[in-house]
C-alpha cells in the first residue's frame, strides 16, 4: 500500500512531518523502514557509513523504528522506491493536482491512496488493503502523542527584532531587538520563543527566496500606537481593509492612536484578522467605532457568525399579516 504526503521542501522537518502524517493514516508503525537516500533523514560518508539528521534520529526514538537506508548493491531496493514514485507520478499527479494548501493536498492524496487500495493486487487477486492489514499485526503501535517534528535553532534578532531563518526574514517584533530568542522550524510554520520559553509569535515559513519579510501585524501594533505619525509609513498599512485604513489616514494624532490602541487590545485575544475586519464591518454599520464595538464584532466572526448585531424581525412578519387580515 502506497502513501503520499505532500510537502514544500525536503529538509528533515518535512520528512519527519510527512512520516509522522503517514503513521496516523495507517494507525500503525512499521518496524524497519527502507528510505532512498533522503537529505532530511542524513547523509552517506565517503565509508559507506550513514549519518542521520538530529531531527530525524529523534523521530526514529519517539516511534521506535529502525531505519535503513537503500544499498546501492542491492538492485530490487532502488527499483521498488522508482516504481513506486513513477506509480504515484502517473496515478495521482497528472493532471498537475490543485488545492487550497498543502494540508488539502495530502488528505486529497491520502483518500486516493486508500481508494486504489480497495483494487486487487496484481499477483495474489485480494484486495490490496486486505494483505496490507496482515502487515499492521506486525507494526508497532502509535505512541500517545504525535512527534512534534521541529527543528529548534538559537537566532539573533537585528535591530529592528527581525530574524533570518535559511535566508528569509521574519519579524519578532521590536521588544526583542538585537536579542538571542529561539526559533522553532517546521515544515509549514517558524514558531519564536523568548529565552525562557514564552511564546512570542508564530509565522507562516517561507520557501524558496522571498525578499519581503514575514510578520504578524498585530506585533507592530503597539509601537504605531506609540508613533501615531508612523502610520502612513507603516509595512502594515496594506493589511488593514480600505473602510479602516481610509479613516486612520484621515484622523489626527490622538483619534489614530485611540483606534490602534483599540485594534491592538482586540488582536491580542481575537487576533488580528478579526479585528481588522470587525473594526471593517462596524464603519459600514455606520456604528459607534469603540473598542467595545470592535470586540464584540470580532467574537461574533470567530464564532462563524457575519458579525452583524442588527435583529433579525422577519420571524414576526406572520403576526403583522395576522393582524392585518383581522
Avoid at 473594526?279 to 467595545?292: E, F, H, N, P, T
Amino acid at each position: 500500500m502506497r502513501c503520499v504526503v505532500a510537502l514544500p521542501g525536503e529538509t528533515a522537518e518535512c520528512l519527519c512531518h510527512g512520516l509522522a502524517v503517514v503513521f496516523e493514516h495507517i494507525g500503525m508503525v512499521p518496524r524497519v523502514l527502507v528510505i532512498d537516500n533522503a537529505t532530511g533523514a542524513g547523509h552517506r560518508n565517503p565509508d559507506g557509513s550513514v549519518t542521520q539528521t538530529r531531527l530525524f534520529s529523534l523521530l526514529c526514538a519517539h516511534y521506535g523504528f529502525e531505519a535503513r537506508f537503500c544499498n546501492p548493491y542491492s538492485g530490487h531496493e532502488k527499483g521498488s522506491v522508482e516504481n513506486a514514485v513513477g506509480f504515484v507520478r502517473r496515478n495521482l499527479m497528472v493532471p498537475v493536482p490543485s488545492a487550497e494548501s498543502m494540508e488539502a493536498l495530502s488528505a486529497a492524496w491520502l483518500a486516493e491512496c486508500d481508494r486504489i487500495a480497495a483494487r486487487a493486487h496484481y499477483r495474489k487477486g485480494e484486495p490490496i488493503r486486505g494483505l496490507f492489514e496482515t502487515e499492521l499485526d506486525h507494526m508497532l503501535a502509535l505512541p500517545g502523542v504525535r512527534f512534534d517534528a521541529c527543528d529548534w535553532r538559537m537566532v539573533k534578532a537585528d535591530k529592528t527584532g527581525t530574524v533570518t531563518v535559511d535566508g528569509n526574514r521574519y519579524l519578532a517584533g521590536p521588544k526583542w531587538r538585537s536579542s538571542r530568542i529561539r526559533a522553532g522550524v517546521r515544515a509549514f510554520s517558524i514558531e519564536m520563543r523568548d529565552p525562557d520559553g514564552g511564546h512570542i509569535v508564530t509565522l507562516e515559513r517561507a520557501w524558496g527566496h522571498e525578499p519581503r519579510t514575514r510578520l504578524d501585524p498585530s506585533t507592530l501594533l503597539a509601537v504605531i500606537a506609540r508613533k501615531p505619525r508612523a502610520w502612513g509609513e507603516s509595512p502594515i498599512r496594506g493589511d488593514f481593509p480600505q473602510p479602516v485604513r481610509e479613516l486612520l489616514d484621515r484622523m489626527d494624532g490622538k483619534a489614530r492612536r485611540d483606534l490602534i490602541d483599540d485594534i491592538r487590545a482586540v488582536s491580542s485575544s481575537c487576533g488580528f484578522a478579526a479585528a481588522v475586519k470587525a473594526a471593517a464591518m462596524v464603519i459600514d454599520a455606520g456604528r459607534s467605532l469603540d473598542r467595545a464595538a470592535i470586540e464584540t464584532t470580532a467574537r461574533r466572526i470567530l464564532q462563524g457568525g457575519s458579525g452583524d448585531s442588527a435583529a433579525d424581525l422577519k420571524r414576526y412578519d406572520k403576526y403583522m399579516e395576522a393582524h392585518d387580515e383581522r
